[in-house]
T-cell receptor, first 114, second 110 residues
Framework: GAGVSQSPSNKVTEKGKDVELRCDPISGHTALYWYRQSLGQGLEFLIYFQGNSAPDKSGLPSDRFSAERTGGSVSTLTIQRTQQEDSAVYLC????????????FGNGTRLTVT | RKEVEQDPGPFNVPEGATVAFNCTYSNSASQSFFWYRQDCRKEPKLLMSVYSSGNEDGRFTAQLNRASQYISLLIRDSKLSDSATYLCVVITGGGNKLTFGTGTQLKVEL
Protein backbone atom coordinates (compact mmCIF):
# COMPACT_ATOMS: atom_id res chain seq x y z
CA GLY A 1 0.00 0.00 0.00
CA ALA A 2 0.95 3.65 -0.21
CA GLY A 3 3.34 4.91 2.39
CA VAL A 4 3.69 8.35 3.93
CA SER A 5 3.93 10.93 1.17
CA GLN A 6 5.66 14.27 1.56
CA SER A 7 5.89 17.18 -0.82
CA PRO A 8 7.87 18.88 -2.10
CA SER A 9 10.88 16.59 -1.87
CA ASN A 10 13.19 19.58 -2.18
CA LYS A 11 12.56 23.24 -1.52
CA VAL A 12 14.97 26.13 -1.95
CA THR A 13 13.74 29.44 -0.63
CA GLU A 14 15.12 32.86 0.13
CA LYS A 15 15.57 34.03 3.67
CA GLY A 16 12.44 35.78 4.88
CA LYS A 17 10.00 33.88 2.68
CA ASP A 18 7.29 31.59 4.01
CA VAL A 19 7.22 27.90 3.11
CA GLU A 20 4.60 25.21 3.43
CA LEU A 21 5.44 21.53 3.64
CA ARG A 22 2.85 18.83 3.13
CA CYS A 23 2.46 15.36 4.59
CA ASP A 24 -0.06 12.74 3.55
CA PRO A 25 -0.01 9.94 6.14
CA ILE A 26 -0.84 6.30 5.63
CA SER A 27 -4.60 5.87 5.44
CA GLY A 28 -6.08 4.95 8.80
CA HIS A 29 -3.11 6.14 10.82
CA THR A 30 -4.35 8.35 13.61
CA ALA A 31 -1.02 9.62 14.88
CA LEU A 32 1.14 12.01 12.86
CA TYR A 33 4.54 13.43 13.76
CA TRP A 34 6.85 16.07 12.33
CA TYR A 35 10.58 15.89 12.93
CA ARG A 36 13.50 17.72 11.46
CA GLN A 37 17.04 16.53 10.96
CA SER A 38 20.05 18.64 10.22
CA LEU A 39 22.98 17.08 8.39
CA GLY A 40 24.74 14.55 10.58
CA GLN A 41 22.42 15.21 13.50
CA GLY A 42 19.70 13.25 15.25
CA LEU A 43 15.96 13.63 14.87
CA GLU A 44 14.45 16.72 16.48
CA PHE A 45 10.79 16.37 17.47
CA LEU A 46 8.60 19.24 16.32
CA ILE A 47 4.91 18.43 16.73
CA TYR A 48 2.57 15.48 17.24
CA PHE A 49 -1.08 15.01 16.29
CA GLN A 50 -3.27 12.24 17.67
CA GLY A 51 -6.81 11.95 16.37
CA ASN A 52 -8.92 14.92 17.39
CA SER A 53 -6.85 15.75 20.46
CA ALA A 54 -5.00 19.02 20.81
CA PRO A 55 -1.57 18.65 19.19
CA ASP A 56 1.61 18.49 21.22
CA LYS A 57 3.51 21.53 19.97
CA SER A 58 6.24 21.36 22.56
CA GLY A 59 8.99 20.78 19.99
CA LEU A 60 8.32 23.76 17.75
CA PRO A 61 11.48 25.91 17.94
CA SER A 62 9.79 29.29 17.55
CA ASP A 63 6.47 30.97 16.81
CA ARG A 64 7.49 31.10 13.15
CA PHE A 65 6.63 27.40 13.00
CA SER A 66 3.07 26.12 12.92
CA ALA A 67 1.30 23.00 11.75
CA GLU A 68 -2.20 21.90 10.99
CA ARG A 69 -3.83 18.59 10.37
CA THR A 70 -7.12 18.87 8.56
CA GLY A 71 -9.75 16.19 8.75
CA GLY A 72 -7.45 13.94 10.68
CA SER A 73 -5.43 13.21 7.57
CA VAL A 74 -3.18 15.57 5.61
CA SER A 75 -0.89 17.85 7.58
CA THR A 76 0.93 21.00 6.61
CA LEU A 77 3.93 22.46 8.37
CA THR A 78 4.37 26.18 7.79
CA ILE A 79 7.53 28.13 8.45
CA GLN A 80 7.17 31.86 8.29
CA ARG A 81 10.00 34.30 7.60
CA THR A 82 12.47 31.49 7.04
CA GLN A 83 15.99 31.78 8.40
CA GLN A 84 19.14 30.00 7.26
CA GLU A 85 19.14 27.90 10.44
CA ASP A 86 15.80 26.44 9.32
CA SER A 87 17.66 24.52 6.58
CA ALA A 88 17.21 20.83 7.31
CA VAL A 89 15.31 17.76 6.23
CA TYR A 90 11.76 17.83 7.54
CA LEU A 91 10.41 14.35 8.13
CA CYS A 92 6.81 13.37 8.64
CA UNK A 93 5.80 10.06 10.18
CA UNK A 94 2.52 8.38 10.97
CA UNK A 95 1.51 5.42 13.10
CA UNK A 96 -1.60 3.33 13.43
CA UNK A 97 -2.20 4.42 17.01
CA UNK A 98 -0.33 6.44 19.56
CA UNK A 99 0.82 3.63 21.82
CA UNK A 100 2.98 0.70 20.91
CA UNK A 101 2.86 1.24 17.16
CA UNK A 102 5.99 1.93 15.14
CA UNK A 103 6.34 5.07 13.07
CA UNK A 104 6.47 5.01 9.31
CA PHE A 105 8.39 7.88 7.77
CA GLY A 106 7.97 9.75 4.54
CA ASN A 107 10.96 10.54 2.33
CA GLY A 108 11.22 14.00 3.82
CA THR A 109 11.42 17.51 2.44
CA ARG A 110 14.92 18.93 2.12
CA LEU A 111 14.62 22.64 2.85
CA THR A 112 17.43 25.01 1.93
CA VAL A 113 17.17 28.64 2.93
CA THR A 114 19.56 30.88 1.01
CA ARG B 1 21.14 11.55 32.06
CA LYS B 2 19.53 11.47 28.62
CA GLU B 3 16.24 9.63 28.24
CA VAL B 4 17.70 7.39 25.56
CA GLU B 5 21.40 6.91 24.99
CA GLN B 6 23.37 5.20 22.26
CA ASP B 7 27.07 4.91 21.55
CA PRO B 8 27.48 6.99 18.39
CA GLY B 9 30.28 4.80 17.04
CA PRO B 10 31.32 4.41 14.34
CA PHE B 11 31.65 0.67 14.65
CA ASN B 12 33.98 -0.47 11.87
CA VAL B 13 33.70 -4.22 11.35
CA PRO B 14 34.83 -6.63 8.64
CA GLU B 15 32.29 -8.35 6.47
CA GLY B 16 31.01 -11.50 8.14
CA ALA B 17 31.57 -10.23 11.67
CA THR B 18 28.99 -10.22 14.44
CA VAL B 19 28.31 -6.83 15.96
CA ALA B 20 26.04 -5.70 18.77
CA PHE B 21 24.71 -2.32 19.83
CA ASN B 22 23.02 -1.33 23.04
CA CYS B 23 20.57 1.43 23.77
CA THR B 24 19.88 2.45 27.35
CA TYR B 25 16.76 4.21 28.55
CA SER B 26 16.13 6.06 31.78
CA ASN B 27 12.40 5.67 32.36
CA SER B 28 11.47 2.32 33.85
CA ALA B 29 7.86 2.87 32.72
CA SER B 30 8.88 2.70 29.05
CA GLN B 31 6.71 0.19 27.29
CA SER B 32 7.53 -0.13 23.60
CA PHE B 33 10.84 -0.34 21.83
CA PHE B 34 11.95 -0.36 18.23
CA TRP B 35 15.10 -0.39 16.13
CA TYR B 36 15.26 1.74 13.01
CA ARG B 37 17.86 1.88 10.29
CA GLN B 38 18.78 5.12 8.57
CA ASP B 39 20.92 5.26 5.47
CA CYS B 40 22.81 8.41 4.60
CA ARG B 41 20.44 11.17 3.46
CA LYS B 42 17.44 8.86 3.69
CA GLU B 43 14.52 8.61 6.09
CA PRO B 44 14.60 6.16 9.03
CA LYS B 45 13.05 2.80 8.26
CA LEU B 46 11.68 0.36 10.78
CA LEU B 47 14.04 -2.55 11.23
CA MET B 48 12.29 -4.46 13.96
CA SER B 49 10.19 -4.20 17.07
CA VAL B 50 11.69 -5.33 20.35
CA TYR B 51 9.54 -7.69 22.37
CA SER B 52 9.96 -8.70 25.98
CA SER B 53 10.74 -12.23 24.90
CA GLY B 54 13.24 -11.05 22.32
CA ASN B 55 12.83 -11.51 18.61
CA GLU B 56 14.85 -12.60 15.66
CA ASP B 57 14.58 -11.76 11.99
CA GLY B 58 17.16 -13.51 9.88
CA ARG B 59 20.58 -12.21 10.85
CA PHE B 60 19.12 -9.67 13.26
CA THR B 61 18.24 -10.31 16.90
CA ALA B 62 16.71 -7.76 19.24
CA GLN B 63 16.48 -8.16 22.98
CA LEU B 64 15.06 -6.21 25.88
CA ASN B 65 16.56 -6.17 29.36
CA ARG B 66 14.09 -4.43 31.62
CA ALA B 67 16.11 -4.94 34.78
CA SER B 68 19.08 -3.05 33.36
CA GLN B 69 16.93 -0.84 31.14
CA TYR B 70 18.49 -1.40 27.79
CA ILE B 71 17.67 -2.91 24.43
CA SER B 72 20.17 -4.55 22.16
CA LEU B 73 20.55 -5.30 18.47
CA LEU B 74 22.78 -8.12 17.29
CA ILE B 75 23.76 -8.45 13.65
CA ARG B 76 25.34 -11.72 12.58
CA ASP B 77 27.33 -12.32 9.40
CA SER B 78 27.35 -8.61 8.65
CA LYS B 79 27.13 -7.47 5.03
CA LEU B 80 28.43 -4.36 3.35
CA SER B 81 24.80 -3.36 2.89
CA ASP B 82 24.32 -3.29 6.66
CA SER B 83 26.36 -0.09 6.79
CA ALA B 84 23.98 2.53 8.16
CA THR B 85 23.03 4.35 11.33
CA TYR B 86 20.89 2.34 13.74
CA LEU B 87 18.42 4.28 15.85
CA CYS B 88 16.59 3.00 18.89
CA VAL B 89 13.16 4.32 19.77
CA VAL B 90 11.53 4.16 23.18
CA ILE B 91 7.86 4.87 23.84
CA THR B 92 6.80 5.81 27.35
CA GLY B 93 3.11 6.38 27.91
CA GLY B 94 1.27 8.13 25.09
CA GLY B 95 2.49 8.49 21.56
CA ASN B 96 3.95 11.89 22.28
CA LYS B 97 6.30 10.29 24.74
CA LEU B 98 8.39 8.79 22.00
CA THR B 99 12.12 9.31 22.10
CA PHE B 100 14.72 8.56 19.47
CA GLY B 101 18.30 7.80 20.30
CA THR B 102 20.92 9.73 18.37
CA GLY B 103 21.98 6.58 16.56
CA THR B 104 24.94 4.25 16.26
CA GLN B 105 26.87 4.29 13.01
CA LEU B 106 27.95 0.95 11.58
CA LYS B 107 30.49 0.60 8.79
CA VAL B 108 31.01 -2.86 7.37
CA GLU B 109 34.24 -3.16 5.41
CA LEU B 110 35.75 -5.70 3.02
Amino acid sequence: GAGVSQSPSNKVTEKGKDVELRCDPISGHTALYWYRQSLGQGLEFLIYFQGNSAPDKSGLPSDRFSAERTGGSVSTLTIQRTQQEDSAVYLCASSLQANNSPLHFGNGTRLTVT
Amino acid sequence: RKEVEQDPGPFNVPEGATVAFNCTYSNSASQSFFWYRQDCRKEPKLLMSVYSSGNEDGRFTAQLNRASQYISLLIRDSKLSDSATYLCVVITGGGNKLTFGTGTQLKVEL
